[in-house]
């Protein structure tokens, strides 16, 4: 038998982690001297070679004595006082007082041990996530401007929400006739919150000024029920009403993307049973809303100024919105427990076109972590009977609130999407 040919055989593999550790310091080193060279700053610590050499010194001293780490330690020290040396002379001759350029020199340093020590992915890792925040000082600085104390509370929210009451709570049954513990309680509102949290972000920050098409995008990962609500009022003052349609149909489309990302998150069994019906009515509204989308930039005559919609989706994680969404949860949890009890795969079937015309997430939820007397294939037809449903209420919505000039197209997508959904849900 032939033994396959290994490359990194040909040379020792200290020959490696040197190149490594070289060329991952010079790289660091080109990013200060690319970055320095439009500045005016002319007090630099060094750049390419200077770096370079820095992580090549690190080498050197640790491969002496990797055991106890005295070279490595000593040179550590000799750095700092050159480094502390440098800042202080930066200080009194520009009164700068940034230490980017010393703590990247130090990390330099540092590669040598990281490459001897740590898997490559990590130092990869490492490598690029420095590059990156070099280059992202003043985005960082623009985003940061833009952000109030209250945009950090709410940060801090999620994170308690997610990462300290969720891993506190008991995964036990509170019962033995519900299937409903705080933990499964607690993980709906956090996968809810944590999908519209990021959609408002995108929408507050990232696309301040978004347009109707983008703002009916983001909306849907908040909330397609209210965005329809936003658009349709939208459309008496914006005369463009087969964009208006197509932004709400849109929204409609993402809803299918959110409920089966929750679906994969909670319940992949169900997941699959959906994915054919839900990959169908996305296509199909997405051709719609495309097809609206050309038929406008057919018809227009001469092109207009785009239209900004300011952000007038409420925060995700208010209180108040996670107590409704409890509420409704733990009210769906009762109900449609007795109901599955006392009229089996038909009454859930039922059930699921009457809770269309509230939240439907709390619902969906529900049946996705609950264990009912029902098979699988019937608690994906009442997800997909209450996502019809849904969409006839949002019709409705969007009839009653907006300009006529738009009822025809949102009669025509909408009517497509409730036609299918009960045929799929048939087959």
């Known amino acids: 038998m032939h033994s396959s040919f290994d490359i990194t055989t040909l040379f020792p593999t200290d020959f490696y982690r040197f190149v490594v550790v070289t060329v991952f310091s010079l790289l660091l080193g080109l990013e200060q001297r690319i970055k320095h ?28 004595q990797p055991q106890t780490l005295l070279p490595f330690m000593l040179g550590a020290l000799i750095l700092g006082g050159l480094l502390i040396t440098f800042y202080l002379k930066k200080i009194n001759t520009e009164n700068n007082y940034g230490i980017t350029t010393i703590v990247l020199a130090f990390i330099t340093y540092c590669l040598a041990p990281l490459v001897y020590t740590q898997p490559h992915w990590l130092v990869i890792l490492l490598v690029v996530v420095l590059l990156v925040l070099e280059e992202l000082k003043k985005p960082l600085y623009d985003f940061s401007q833009k952000m109030n104390n209250e945009e950090f509370i709410t940060l801090a929210k999620f994170l308690v929400m997610s990462g300290v009451i969720l891993p506190l709570l008991p995964n036990q049954s509170i019962s033995p006739i519900i299937n409903f513990s705080p933990y499964k309680f607690w993980l709906a509102i956090v996968a809810i919150s944590g999908i519209s949290y990021g959609s408002y972000l995108l929408k507050k920050y990232i696309f301040p000024q978004s347009g109707v098409i983008l703002t009916g995008i983001l909306g849907g990962m908040y909330s397609s029920t209210a965005t329809t609500f936003i658009l349709a009022k939208k459309s008496k003052d914006i005369d463009e009403p087969r964009k208006i349609s197509a932004a709400i149909i849109l929204a409609t489309s993402m809803m299918f993307i959110r409920i089966f990302v929750l679906a994969l998150i909670f319940n992949k069994s169900i997941a699959y049973h959906i994915a054919p019906a839900f990959g169908i009515l996305f296509c199909i509204s997405l051709i719609t809303a495309v097809v609206m989308l050309w038929q406008d930039k057919k018809l227009q005559n001469s092109p207009k100024n785009p239209v900004h919609i300011e952000n007038a989706l409420g925060n995700p994680l208010e209180l108040k919105t996670a107590f409704v969404f409890g509420v409704l949860f733990v009210f769906f949890s009762v109900l449609t427990h007795y109901v599955t009890e006392a009229f089996s795969t038909q009454g859930i079937k039922i059930l699921s076109y009457l809770v269309g015309v509230t939240d439907i997430d709390p619902f969906i939820i529900n049946i996705l972590q609950s264990k009912y007397n029902v098979t699988e294939g019937a608690l994906a037809i009442a997800i997909i009977n209450a996502v019809t449903s849904n969409n006839l209420l949002k019709m409705m919505y969007a009839i009653s609130l907006s300009a006529k000039s738009i009822h025809r197209y949102i009669i025509m997508g909408f009517s497509a999407l409730i036609v299918l959904g009960i045929i799929l849900a048939f087959l």
């Open 37 to 64: 060279s439009s500045s005016n700053t002319s007090t630099i610590f060094g750049t390419d070679r200077t770096f370079t050499f820095i992580g090549i010194l690190g080498f050197v001293l640790y491969i002496i």
